[in-house]
């Protein structure tokens, strides 16, 4: 898209710029290059489990032993580590690309039992039925979401090109998501004049929207596709400014945005050979009720907000509005840098979520052990948006918590959801009292728990309403805690102290009544 500003940047911004990168790197937001090493053993042992299962599935389905020898299965990254803005602890998104033989079945069952058998494979937990279905486990320390492309033909070429977008014919949905989170990485690299200054911004941009609790495709709010794709528009509107000014206008702009007006990169491509429906809200009526449509740029197009929903667009205008006001300090004429580096710090302050709300919905999980932990964290985890979207009314405000707390007992952990319930009042001013009903949208996300096949016995759940007062102690960060409403006591009047004022009330009106 074409760009809104095209000024030089001043000494003030080289400044800005200059301190946050030093902070970012304070923060351990860079890898170092043990750590990056690491990431690529771990990737080639993992080309190599795979490559050994594509193998064993390609005999069993009665292939000759010499074409069942040839590479079977590729592996590409994508997301943040592709994108060159992974850090210390990042996991990396990776795609493993099959024949038509090999099955999604396949992937869950046999390469689920190849990886269990690897000694340091640790936390495995495959997540079937996702929007995206994924195997997310820890390799060596290094965390990994593996999720499937099939294509529909007999072998994968050395020459086949993840850019040709015939790659994607005849491709079932969920192989066509998968596939495209590389096209879509690929596709932002190109289309943002400086690939440095895009960098430095993701990677405060994700630290700042994981501090503030709105990093979160699952639960509503946006993931790092979407974040990364607010950052390179602005990246686009203002292509000569560096990074310190970049962040400055990303709060401007977003808190100026009037959803549901669409954000994309590029122009939306439509391709009538291969005739895969693209995000196209004149043509698709279901497409206008999106709330804050993000739209992903390579073909074919969609929509990466699905999850969003009126609460969370809330948090997010909110935290936009928070940070355009913090940054307007940042423009003082010889502004220091200690103090350039306070308003960046200040941006960054942890999110007080749980000293926000008078009630909050605590969904509680319990497991015997560390794999059904997290396989539990993962089911739960990902039907979160279905309670959110069911308390959500006129009555009830709704604030995600995107990060589960760990209890002091082993694998014991609870998501949380604020609560605003509203006061209706009637013409007179008076509070109506109306019972608010928790109950039916509890009901609806325990069927999605309990009815999923993914859900074995010793997954144990329960759901509980808590006042600010009740939380527990390990939910706080510091010694700060909800204060307590105290409660306006009426003040008792004496049967002589209301005859006093009732006879001066009678002399006010014979006054009043003589003059």
Not at 21 to 42: C, G
Not at 127 to 136: G, L, N, S, T, W
Not at 232 to 257: E, H, M, N, S, T
Not at 341 to 369: G, M, R, T, V
Request: overall charge positive; charged content about 30%; glycine content about 4%.
């Amino acid at each position: 898209d074409s760009p809104f500003e095209m000024k030089e940047p001043t000494k003030e911004d080289f400044k800005c710029t200059r301190v946050l990168v030093e902070m970012l790197k304070e923060r351990k937001m860079y890898e170092d290059e043990a750590r990056s090493q690491q990431r690529e053993e771990v990737l080639g042992r993992l080309n190599d489990i795979v490559q050994n299962w594509a193998k064993e599935i390609s005999l069993q389905c009665g292939l000759p032993e010499e074409v069942a020898a040839e590479q079977q299965a590729k592996i590409f990254t994508f997301g943040s580590y592709r994108l060159g803005v992974h850090g210390p602890g990042s996991d990396i998104d990776t795609l493993c690309v099959v024949p038509n033989h090999i099955t999604r079945h396949h992937f869950f069952k046999d390469l689920v039992r190849l990886l269990q058998e690897e000694k340091d494979v640790a936390e495995l937990a495959p997540v079937e039925d996702a929007f995206v279905p994924v195997i997310k486990f820890s390799f060596d320390t290094v965390d990994i979401d593996l999720v499937l492309a099939q294509l529909k033909i007999a072998i994968i070429p050395d020459e086949w090109d993840l850019e040709d977008s015939n790659v994607l014919r005849n491709l079932d949905f969920k192989s066509l998501r998968s596939l495209n989170g590389c096209r879509d990485t690929d596709s932002i690299l190109k289309l943002v004049p400086s690939i440095d200054n895009f960098r430095t911004i993701l990677r405060f941009i994700k630290l700042w929207a994981k501090k503030r609790a709105v990093y979160s495709n699952s639960f509503g709010y946006l993931g790092g596709i979407s974040w990364a794709i607010l950052t390179a528009r602005i990246c686009q509107a203002y292509p000569k400014a560096v990074a310190g000014l970049l962040l400055q206008k990303f709060f401007r702009f977003y808190d100026f945005w009037r959803w549901p007006a669409p954000i994309r990169l590029t122009e939306t491509i439509k391709d009538p050979a291969l005739g895969l429906e693209v995000w196209d809200p004149t043509v698709n009526p279901k497409q206008r009720m999106e709330l804050a449509p993000i739209i992903t740029p390579a073909y074919p197009s969609m929509n990466s907000t699905y999850n969003i929903n009126h609460s969370t667009l809330r948090v997010l205008q909110s935290e936009f509005k928070r940070g355009k006001s913090i940054l307007e300090g940042i423009n003082k004429k010889n502004i220091s840098e200690e103090d350039i580096k306070k308003i960046w710090e200040s941006l960054l302050a942890d999110n007080d979520f749980f000293l926000n709300h008078a009630h909050y919905l605590q969904i509680k999980l319990n497991s015997p052990d560390e794999d059904t932990s997290k396989s539990l964290h993962g089911l739960v985890e990902s039907r979160m948006r279905h309670l959110v979207m069911r308390l959500e009314s006129p009555q009830i405000v709704v604030t995600p918590h995107p990060y589960s707390v760990k209890h002091p007992e082993k694998f014991t952990e609870s998501f949380f959801l604020g609560l605003k319930f509203v006061i209706e009042r009637d013409k007179d001013g008076k509070k109506q009292k109306r019972q608010i009903n928790l109950g039916d949208a509890i009901t609806f996300f325990q069927s999605k728990i309990d009815g999923n096949p993914s859900k074995k016995p010793d997954m144990k759940y329960e759901i509980l309403h808590v006042k600010a007062e009740n939380l527990p102690e390990f939910v706080f960060k510091d010694e700060r805690r909800p204060q307590k409403k105290k409660k306006k006591r009426k003040k008792k009047v004496s049967a002589q102290s209301s005859k006093v004022k009732k006879k001066k009330v009678e002399e006010d009106k014979k006054d009043a009544t003589s003059q």
